[in-house]
């Protein structure tokens, strides 16, 4: 492979009769001939390239058949358009403002546009250089004034006979195609993270409003028990009282801390949607309800759409290509560079083409002794290659885990939510009863009967809250690891 170019080189400098015509062609290519008849010797002083491994630019990944915790009718093409599977018109416009003026993401897409031209400076490496020079002087000798000009234009190609730059354009290339996909995640990450961030505040919202109801309960029950005790009731004890306005005190603690905990839903949201965290961002009162189970695809098909296995598949492949050309700088150098210009005291004749000199120069280079450098920045290359190889295959077993994860998580809260909601029900029965039993003054009926009833009441209706929440935020860190488009 690292002949081709060289033999190309030869046919060429075999034919220059075809060329007899062009004056100083005859003299440039003898030089051209005498410069490639070194060339042999220093391919082969350069021959070490050949013996450093190519690296390698692709990796298979062995992908089941089916996801082990899905259902087989679950098994079908992969969710596209991933936010209508919440029906909450609120939380996809959330998500859109979130896109358009989130600070995070307008910082990656400048980081984008800047990749984009990191492609132009390195496509043209390939072309040649041109550069235009002007000077002028005065002199003063002998009381005399005399004054000078010069002009030149010069020029430099690399003609690339190994392929080194072509190499590390496709490189760049390469990390650009990297860039787009890492933005592609960085939105995909921020509409879920958004999403998530809303059912939060929506959440903390409805367990503020549990707190306060609470509250209400408590305050309403301290009332009777102080009533009744005032009566004379015959159940009601001092101890009640006291137990009452323990409750009704804690209620209210519990009150300050879900303020706390909505207003901090608050402003994480509001900093995402690129508003100023003042807290008073109003949520929906319910969370948005899910429409049914979700298709999610073979696993196959992971490893094309999600942009974080699309980055690193062309991270993989830059390093490749920057490999490739370390590999070829131990090989010989060719560039050719040529000037011309004249140098006149007199400015009118300064472009006349009988006053020009024209130098053209080809520089043939092989380095020879460097210790070992060279050839260990290509070996430190392959191993780069061989690191990007080996992380690619780690984040394709990381976002396989982050599926399976994910499935398996849908089944059991979906099943525990199932349960819980039943809890709740019992809970709340079992919380009547217990303090329509205390107030009627039935017999056994006694406050910590009332306390306990409400304590698990309370918990099981904080809990299926929370669990509910937690189910959304489940099945959008299944889209994502599924890589669901936005």
């Given at each position: 492979m690292f002949f081709k170019s060289y033999v190309l080189g030869l046919i060429v400098l075999c034919l220059p009769?075809?060329?007899?015509?062009?004056?100083?062609?005859?003299?440039?290519?003898?030089?051209?001939?005498?410069?490639?008849?070194?060339?042999?010797c220093l391919i082969l002083v350069g021959c070490g390239a050949a013996l450093i491994p190519a690296p390698k630019n692709s990796l298979k990944i062995n992908a089941p058949a089916v996801w082990q915790a899905a259902g087989n009718k679950t098994n079908q093409q992969i969710s596209q358009g991933w936010l209508q599977e919440f029906s909450d018109a609120r939380m996809r416009s959330t998500v859109q403002e979130a896109q358009q003026n989130n600070q995070n993401l307008q910082a990656a897409a400048a980081r984008l546009r800047g990749a984009k031209e990191l492609t132009i400076q390195s496509r043209a490496d390939l072309l040649p250089r041109l550069g235009l020079g002007a000077s002028g002087g005065l002199t003063n000798?002998?009381?005399?004034?005399?004054?000078?000009?010069?002009?030149?234009?010069?020029?430099s190609w690399e003609p690339d006979l190994?392929?080194?730059?072509?190499?590390?354009?496709?490189?760049?290339?390469?990390?650009?195609?990297?860039?787009?996909?890492?933005?592609?995640?960085?939105?995909?990450?921020l509409a879920?993270?958004?999403?998530?961030?809303?059912?939060?505040?929506?959440?903390?919202?409805?367990?503020?409003?549990?707190?306060?109801?609470?509250?209400?309960s408590f305050e309403k029950n301290l009332r009777i028990i102080e009533r009744n005790y005032k009566a004379g009731v015959p159940?009601?004890?001092?101890?009640?009282?006291?137990?009452?306005?323990?409750?009704?005190?804690?209620?209210?603690?519990?009150?300050?801390?879900?303020?706390?905990?909505?207003d901090d839903a608050a402003r994480s949201l509001e900093v995402l949607l690129g508003r100023y965290p003042s807290a008073t961002l109003q949520p929906g009162r319910s969370l948005p309800e899910l429409n049914g189970r979700i298709p999610v695809g073979i696993p196959a098909t992971l490893i094309e759409r999600r942009p974080d296995l699309h980055a690193a598949r062309a991270r993989l492949e830059a390093s490749a290509g920057r490999a490739d050309a370390t590999r070829k700088n131990l090989l010989p150098n060719l560039s050719l560079t040529g000037s011309s210009g004249s140098s006149r005291g007199n400015f009118a004749r300064l472009l006349s083409p009988t006053d020009l000199v024209t130098n053209i120069t080809l520089n043939l280079t092989q380095n020879l002794y460097s210790g070992g450098a060279n050839e260990a920045e290509a070996r430190a290359a392959i191993a780069r290659n061989q690191a990007a190889i080996h992380d690619y295959a780690q984040s394709a077993l990381e976002a396989f885990r982050e599926v399976e994860s994910a499935i398996a998580a849908e089944s059991s809260l979906a099943a525990q939510e199932g349960f819980l909601q039943k809890e709740v029900e019992q809970a709340a029965l079992a919380e009547r009863q217990a303090e329509r039993d205390y107030s009627e003054g039935i017999?056994?009926?006694d406050i910590f009967s009332v306390l306990e009833s409400q304590r698990r009441a309370n918990n099981a209706r904080s809990t299926l809250i929370r669990l509910k929440n937690e189910r959304l935020q489940s099945r959008i860190d299944l889209h994502l690891a599924l890589g669901g488009s936005f």
């Open positions: 009769k075809h060329l007899k015509d062009c004056k100083g062609c005859d003299s440039f290519l003898v030089m051209l001939r005498r410069l490639f008849g070194l060339t042999g000798s002998d009381s005399e004034t005399s004054d000078r000009y010069g002009l030149s234009l010069a020029a190994w392929g080194r730059l072509r190499d590390l354009n496709r490189a760049t290339a390469a990390d650009f195609e990297a860039a787009v996909a890492e933005f592609r995640n960085a939105r995909l990450s879920a993270t958004t999403a998530k961030s809303y059912c939060n505040l929506i959440s903390a919202q409805q367990q503020l409003v549990l707190a306060q109801t609470t509250l209400e159940n009601v004890r001092a101890l009640d009282v006291q137990l009452g306005r323990t409750n009704v005190s804690a209620a209210q603690r519990t009150v300050k801390s879900r303020e706390l905990e909505r017999e056994g009926a």
